[in-house]
């Protein structure tokens, strides 16, 4: 038989999911020849063999790669056969400049949860893993993806782990972090009355405390998180205290799919998602409002199953159905991921016990959040599970550094033709985030070997992410051409484009709470016409001015007042509405002075700012806790109603006067707040349509993107994407980032890479 031979080339997520392993049962099973190697780039495959066996060998690699990777090229070629006598999997090879996809990490397989009950050395271990799951991002240091660039280093692994791992037909054939009780990590618990290293003891303790109403720190796989009981009142009483987070929901975490059931209403793709690989929080409507004190008056539930061997030893060993499941940080403050600083938890008795262990976790992540509309999915916090996992773009965008915004923050990377995002930081505005957003760039940089060649802020000059940009050019001495601002809305509605590869222009509208503007105002109800180079503003709400800046966010009843001024006047004040028994009036009267002396006045246009004086007037949100807990609140008590308010065009201004006059009016006649509130939901998908199908007659465009914290509420977005698409209208919004203030740094990068492509600097506000 002559024998051909076969060089091929794999980039994409084909590193840590068990690929090599792979490739090397099913060349055996296509009786070749050959081997296989990780490269800094990906995977490189030789074989040999028959003509026909190759071919059913590369069609097997397209069609049945591991459940978690994801090929995105391959590329063969024919080559002379070494005449090998075997398949082998060579050395890993580094120094290579270009960079494979990392994987996220995977939720544990069912295959490690069965070994924990029949393998003697795994019995109840709660590292268990294999090929097909366990850690991978949090645990890396550098690639190629080997256990000695792993956090897993310091462990050795006994000779049992060790024949696992040599054995091709085992399933833990070449994972890195394969181990067991014998030779791997281990946890240790640590409270007022001491320290416990037995790890059968750890356990048994564990479950006394949780039924006990104990509050536990526990070590997972990407940082700290704070569990307890979650039907004991008293002790999410006290976690509120701890976390100051009086009306915040806390997800849970249920024992399984059959508990969840019986608490929340699932259907099959929020099921498909609570049980993927990912295993992120998924936002359900709760359906017998069995956990008040954790839902914070919400009708919703932040639930997440059981995603780590120790999650699942917890669930299944305990009578309790369900977790309060949060991160162990405190309020606005990172994730807490070190081990000395989960001590000062203990001692500030900010927990009952610290159960932790000693593998190092090399880049820490916040559990991720999704929320599925009609259309599809929205991604709320990107995290755990998918990152680093890159956005592919159609274009090179090497050396790119999008550093995102202020809010909600996280930053991206180009490298080749992949757009790299981080995990959600936080809000810079805090000293600690700050430094951990410093810290992950250089992280990032020095995994994926990355420089920065051009560095994109937003637009606001004071953001702390703009002001990073500059340091980050004079340091890597990035000339002025290649120092890019960006509007945020534009950003927005980029995001967009660059996932679906749109090349523009196309119809944007971006709605969100708060936008540095080109004319120093606040944006954030835009109505654009865009392509990544420039964008045309058509439309946008009028200005509404904020009493104290940044006060009136925190405090909303001060937009509240000022609007209800605005449009009534001095009868405002005298109004019978329940609003004046909430807020005292000499408050309200000093706001009303401010407003008319234009003292310390800022003015915006932000969408969520109209949301929010809404849901002051109808005395869901007084005072802020959270951003965007006045928009949450409506979205959370919204009747059914075909009525709507009026938010009628004014050459290119939407006036929302009579909307709140109308609001206003309903009040008094003492109209239900569900009735108002689908009332106001109404209004807004009108004007979104207004706004759009304008745009589209003067342009002749249908495509359309929408961006902006806005869309994640599900009755705005699954009314206007039917109410367009009934109509020929091609919908696109954010499904790989979030489409708040998390995924504009996609937007910026794709923009950035446009604007250096044609020399020039500035995205033109056409």
Request: charged share 25%.
């Amino acid at each position: 038989m002559k024998k051909t031979g076969r060089y091929i080339r794999i980039t994409g997520l084909v590193q840590g999911v068990g690929f090599r392993p792979f490739i090397y049962r099913h060349a055996r099973k296509h009786g070749l020849t050959g081997w296989v190697r990780n490269h800094s780039g990906g995977v490189d495959v030789m074989v040999e063999g028959s003509e026909k066996d190759c071919s059913r060998f590369i069609s097997t690699l397209k069609n049945n790669a591991p459940p978690a990777s994801l090929i995105t090229l391959l590329k063969e070629a024919e080559t002379e056969p070494e005449q090998l006598a075997g398949f082998y999997i060579r050395s890993s090879v580094n120094g290579h400049n270009h960079i494979t996809d990392i994987s996220p990490d995977i939720a544990v397989c069912h295959e490690c949860l069965k070994d924990m009950t029949i393998q003697q050395r795994r019995l109840s271990y709660p590292f268990t893993n294999c090929t097909h799951c366990g850690p991978r991002f949090s645990i890396i240091r550098s690639i190629p993806y080997d256990r000695s660039a792993t956090s897993m280093r310091e462990f050795r692994m006994c000779e049992d782990c060790r024949q696992e791992y040599t054995n091709v037909n085992n399933r833990r054939f070449h994972a890195q972090p394969v181990c067991c009780i014998k030779c791997g990590p281990a946890y240790k618990w640590i409270s007022d009355s001491g320290t416990i290293e037995e790890p059968a003891k750890c356990l048994s303790s564990l479950f006394t405390y949780l039924n006990d109403g104990k509050i536990i720190a526990l070590k997972s796989t990407s940082g700290f998180q704070l569990i307890c009981d979650a039907s004991n009142k008293d002790t999410v009483r006290r976690l509120r205290q701890i976390k100051q987070r009086n009306s915040r929901p806390f997800a849970m975490m249920f024992k399984n799919m059959d508990e969840l059931k019986k608490h929340t209403f699932i259907n099959s793709k929020q099921k498909e998602w609570l049980q993927s690989w990912r295993r992120p929080i998924v936002i359900l409507q709760d359906k017998k409002g069995s956990f008040p004190e954790v839902n914070g008056g919400f009708t919703t539930i932040g639930a997440v199953l059981p995603y780590t061997p120790l999650h699942h030893i917890i669930m299944e060993n305990s009578d309790i159905p369900a977790l309060v499941f949060t991160s162990a940080n405190a309020k606005s403050s990172p994730l807490i991921f070190e081990n000395d600083k989960a001590m000062i938890l203990l001692q500030r008795k900010s927990c009952d016990v610290v159960l932790y262990h000693h593998r190092e976790i090399i880049n820490n992540q916040d559990d991720s959040i999704v929320k599925i509309h009609d259309n599809g999915t929205t991604i709320i916090r990107r995290a755990r599970g998918f990152t680093p996992q890159p956005v592919n773009m159609d274009f090179d965008v090497e050396g790119i550094l999008a550093l995102g915004g202020d809010l909600k923050n996280s930053f991206c990377i180009g490298k080749d033709r992949r757009a790299i995002m981080s995990q959600y930081m936080g809000d810079l505005e805090n000293f600690e985030v700050f430094l951990r957003f410093r810290k992950s760039i250089n992280n990032f940089s020095k995994l994926f070997k990355f420089k920065p060649q051009v560095a994109v802020q937003d637009l606001h000059p004071d953001y702390h992410s703009s002001r990073y940009a500059h340091k980050i050019a004079e340091q890597y001495r990035i000339p002025e051409e290649r120092r890019i601002a960006v509007q945020h809305h534009h950003a927005h509605i980029a995001s967009v484009m660059a996932e679906h590869q749109l090349d523009g222009p196309v119809l944007g509208a971006a709605m969100d709470g708060t936008g540095y503007g080109t004319n120093g105002k606040i944006w954030g109800s835009e109505f654009m016409i865009c392509d990544l180079q420039g964008y045309q503003r058509k439309y946008h709400l009028d200005y509404m001015p904020l009493p104290g800046g940044d006060m009136a966010v925190k405090e909303p009843w001060r937009l509240a007042t000022a609007l209800g001024h605005k449009v009534l006047g001095t009868e405002f004040l005298r109004l019978p509405l329940a609003y004046h028994r909430h807020i005292p009036m000499e408050k309200q009267q000093l706001v009303i002075k401010a407003v008319d002396a234009a003292v310390n006045i800022a003015w915006s246009c932000g969408l969520g700012r109209l949301f929010d004086a809404v849901a002051a007037l109808l005395n869901l949100v007084h005072h802020a806790e959270f951003e965007g807990e006045g928009p949450m609140m409506l979205e959370n008590i919204c009747g059914k109603t075909n009525h709507f308010y009026k938010i009628p065009l004014q050459k290119k201004t939407f006036t929302a006067d009579t909307l709140i006059r109308e609001v206003i009016r309903d009040l008094m006649e003492e109209l239900p707040a569900s009735e108002i509130s689908a009332r106001f939901h109404n209004s807004i998908v009108r004007m979104l349509h207004d706004g759009i199908s304008r745009m589209s007659e003067e342009s002749g465009l249908k495509r359309v993107a929408l961006s902006g914290g806005v869309f994640q509420n599900k009755i705005i977005t699954d009314g206007i994407y039917h109410k367009l698409s009934g109509e020929g209208f091609h919908v696109y919004l954010n499904e790989q980032v979030p489409c708040n203030d998390g995924g504009i740094a996609l937007g910026q990068l794709a923009i950035a890479r446009q604007l250096t492509q044609f020399k020039n600097k500035k995205a033109t506000n056409c």
